[in-house]
């Protein structure tokens, strides 16, 4: 008998961010040492989420959801599992990432051993953002759809080739927003500041800029699936102004003021990559 298959196309090519990603045009080594990867999963947990203050709810590298007990949410451990999954092999890949969700919700999302986010990593899938982006997030989020689990949790796409949606088409749940909406936070923030004369004046970016900026918040060393609590997700919302905040993190990483910049992002993201 003939197994119907569903073809997924993949998210389209964004030539203006050639550039940005060149450091990673190499074949990626196979990663075997879960230890090695978690490393350098935290490292960039560090780097970018605390350090530069990218996600406002998490402080360390290994608590998550902080700053929101006042709306009833507490802090929980972020979980860094390994999925030693091939590309090729997806149904291995839907196999640990599900498994690792029945483990944080059988733990719980507070007390000493609460989880509130999961970070898998699965390095096999490094070098093709395309299959990551497109059809392995499709099947994780028909998952959760089929699983009727919307209310429990979300999943949030990473990779190390991550690039902004362009607006031309929607790329599915779990995604950065694309670069027209972005770039109309940006616009509105920039004439809210404009209003008030206390405020530094900005440089308004193109838009492989802003797309630049939205790709760094979500590339790291290793593809990755976020999962996050639902409840935990729509209590962060009402919390944060989204204009404010991403506005602020494309400027602390791509602005032209004072920004990290693409080379020196890159680099630092190599880094981590290339650690043993």
Sequence with gaps: DRVPVLILSPLPSRQEQNTIVTA???????????????QRMK?????????????????????SGQGLADLGVSAGKIAYHYSAASSSSLVELMADTWENIADMM???????????????????FDDDFSLWA??????LESGVSAAAAEAAIGVVCFHPLYATPDGSSWPGFG???????????????QQTESNTTEEKKYTLLTDEEVAAG??????????????LRADQLEVAERRRNSASMYTANIRTLVGRENGIGSTKLAQELQHERSMT
């Design 24 to 38: 990673f045009s190499e074949k990626s080594s196979t990663v075997d040492d879960s230890n090695i990867v978690e």
């Design 43 to 63: 490292s960039w947990v560090r780097r970018i989420l605390v350090d530069l203050g990218i996600c406002p709810f998490t402080k360390s590298d290994s608590r």
């Design 106 to 124: 059988e733990a719980g999302a507070s007390g000493k051993d609460g989880v509130s986010s999961i970070l898998l990593a699965a390095p096999s």
């Design 134 to 139: 497109g059809p392995v997030f499709a099947m």
């Design 175 to 189: 995604h950065m927003h694309s670069v027209p909406r972005l770039r109309k936070w940006m616009e509105q923030q």
């Design 214 to 227: 939205g790709a760094w918040q979500r590339r790291t060393p290793h593809a990755c699936i976020n999962v």
